[in-house]
């Protein structure tokens, strides 16, 4: 079945809370696991109805924010998904409570049990009217962002449509669309800061009405962190400083030297050679043609998968007007369906998207036998290394999207060691935002400049004085929508890494352990499926210094001024 073809019926809410408590007031009261058993299949089957609802309309909206019924139905979810949320903190609970939780643990697995316990320490029903103004605030975000119109050489463009100027090699159209881009930026520059100060307030507000001292552990929990801590964190953006910085320093010095320029700008970042940077061959339809034999030749799982994708029209790859922006892979499961959501815009981009968000839709494919909705995707910065290893597994077929693979290999690594300071710069705003809820949006942006000139020391804003006041966080679009929700991508890219380097060594054991990861999905934490990967955890010592150095040594060996 296609996608357009999926049905969707708006949840009667009272039905549904009536029909979740009834089958909840069975499991505490059944006298026997068995029964308790065929009632968590039960649950799992409304709560499928549910979450593919939901998920129908996030995809149908974000593909067209401005179509009224879609945004209305986001609306619904808004304001219903709180309560929805309480009816799985009552399940969780009964979980904890049950008589046979030891035989429900052997048959369903600790990490169920785990997720549980720490997701009802992040409901009571005292705060769903606050979760409701938080999703609120959310969509008001998104449709700001996803309202961008700017006039840039002859025609308006959305913000991934103006991408392609930013990369160009005329230095003065890619300092154009920075200007152009960042002007939207100011001239929202209230509102957002507007938003993201009620939201900051919201979730402290939360947090304390749930017992915590400030938002921070509440964020923790709600990211379902069970094996590190903000300690394990801060300990790991020590080490990025320390052996991450100094090379990214060198990595932007040896591009300010490929591109002969005096001084390295913002604007020139995304430029990674004089001669322009790798770009794909083909259209949309090129693209998808050249991933289908990709998919084809890297593995038989993968063949099956993205014909599977190819053949439901499980994708939605094409920026335009009123689209929101970004890509995401999400998981529909009444169908058993990824789907992939991105804005291709003719830069190699779309192939990081591609690769990304196939990596995403793999992992979720390869676990959708686990009945236990929980199992279908792991927790985050697990998710990440799914994706990120798949851009790195894809490489030998580069040759099919680019006349120049061997420039995009290179220019792809770089970005994502690049990447990682950035990442943490994030991590350590959000900590120091929330840890001071009261500060002024004028002394957030004051403070992220701060930290962003500790981990980004190179970065120059040419008189920007948006950027230079410390503005460049507002379309970061996980500060506003996924709290904490970043230093997961530096985590993964670590234990992404590894699977590269795995990978040059044995080809065929990297895959077979990355595809072991796919198939464990969320039925384990993160440090347990680092282990079941074969992995080192980012969060031991010396690891980051390891890694490092064999990428370092690896860049050092490619002659980029050829």
């Known amino acids: 079945m296609k996608f357009n073809e999926y049905e969707y019926e708006r949840i009667d809410m009272k039905d549904f809370e009536e029909k979740f408590n009834l089958l909840l007031k069975e499991f505490e009261e059944a006298e026997d696991q068995k029964t308790q058993d065929d009632l968590i299949v039960k649950i799992n089957d409304l709560r499928s109805a549910f979450e593919s609802m939901e998920q129908i309309a996030y995809i149908r909206h974000t593909i067209d924010t401005k179509d009224p019924i879609y945004e209305e139905e986001q609306n619904f979810f808004d304001q219903n998904r709180p309560s929805y949320d309480g009816l799985i903190s009552k399940y969780y609970q009964g979980l904890i409570a049950s008589k046979f939780k030891e035989g429900l643990k052997e048959k369903l697995g600790e990490q169920l049990f ?36 700017i006039n840039y050489q002859g025609a308006y463009r959305t913000l991934p449509q103006l991408r392609p100027f930013q990369m160009s090699t005329d230095r003065e159209v890619r300092k154009g669309a920075n200007e152009e881009k960042y002007k939207f930026f100011e001239e929202h520059e209230e509102k957002l800061d507007k938003i993201y100060d009620k939201l900051v307030k919201v979730r402290t507000m939360i947090a304390k009405k749930l017992g915590y001292e400030n938002y921070v552990p509440l964020g923790y929990a709600r990211m379902l962190r069970t094996d590190y801590d903000a300690k394990m964190v801060k300990k790991f953006r020590t080490g990025v400083k320390e052996h991450i910085v100094p090379f990214a320093t060198e990595l932007r010095e040896k591009q300010r030297e490929r591109l002969h320029l005096k001084e390295l700008m913002y604007y020139d970042e995304d430029l990674i050679f004089p001669d322009g940077n790798a770009k794909p061959k083909g259209d949309e339809k090129t693209i ?54 991105s804005n291709f815009n003719g830069t190699g981009d779309d192939i990081d998207v591609l690769t990304h968000e196939a990596g995403h839709a793999f992992q979720v494919y390869e676990s959708r036998g686990y009945e236990i909705l929980e199992y279908n995707f792991p927790t985050l910065e697990a998710c990440e290394i799914h994706s990120m290893s798949m851009e790195f597994f894809t490489y030998p077929w580069m040759n099919l999207f680019f006349e120049e693979d061997d420039k995009y290999r290179f220019g792809h690594l770089n970005e994502a060691l690049l990447f990682i300071p950035y990442g943490v710069l994030v991590d350590e705003f959000q900590h120091y935002v929330y840890e001071n809820p009261d500060d002024s949006p004028e002394e957030r942006k004051k403070v992220w400049r701060q930290i962003e000139k500790a981990y980004l020391p190179y970065r120059e804003y040419d008189g920007n004085m948006y950027l230079e006041n410390g503005g460049y966080w507002h379309q970061q679009g996980h500060i506003f929508k996924n709290p904490f929700y970043y230093i997961d991508y530096t985590l993964a890219a670590v234990c992404a890494f ?33 282990k079941l990967a074969k992995l080192e955890s980012p969060f031991e010592d010396g690891c980051i210094k390891r890694v490092v150095e064999k990428i370092e040594k690896y860049i050092a060996s490619i002659e980029d001024n050829k």
Do not use: H
């Open 498 to 530: 590894q699977f590269f380097e795995k990978s040059r060594e044995n080809w065929d054991e990297a895959w077979g352990d990355y595809l072991n990861l796919c198939k464990a999905g969320g039925s384990k934490s993160f440090l347990n499926l680092v």
């Open 288 to 341: 998808l043609e050249n991933g289908k034999k990709m998919y084809e030749a890297l593995s038989q799982n993968t063949k099956v998968f993205f014909e599977y994708l190819l053949n439901n029209e499980l994708m939605d790859l094409l920026s335009k007007e009123g689209k929101s922006p970004g890509g995401y892979c999400t998981y529909i499961p009444k169908y058993k369906a990824p789907f992939i959501f």
């Open 114 to 149: 785990s997720i549980a316990a720490l997701t009802i320490k992040t409901f009571s029903p005292e705060i769903i009217e606050d979760l409701k103004s938080e999703n609120k605030l959310m969509s008001e975000y998104t449709k700001i962002l996803s309202s961008a119109k």
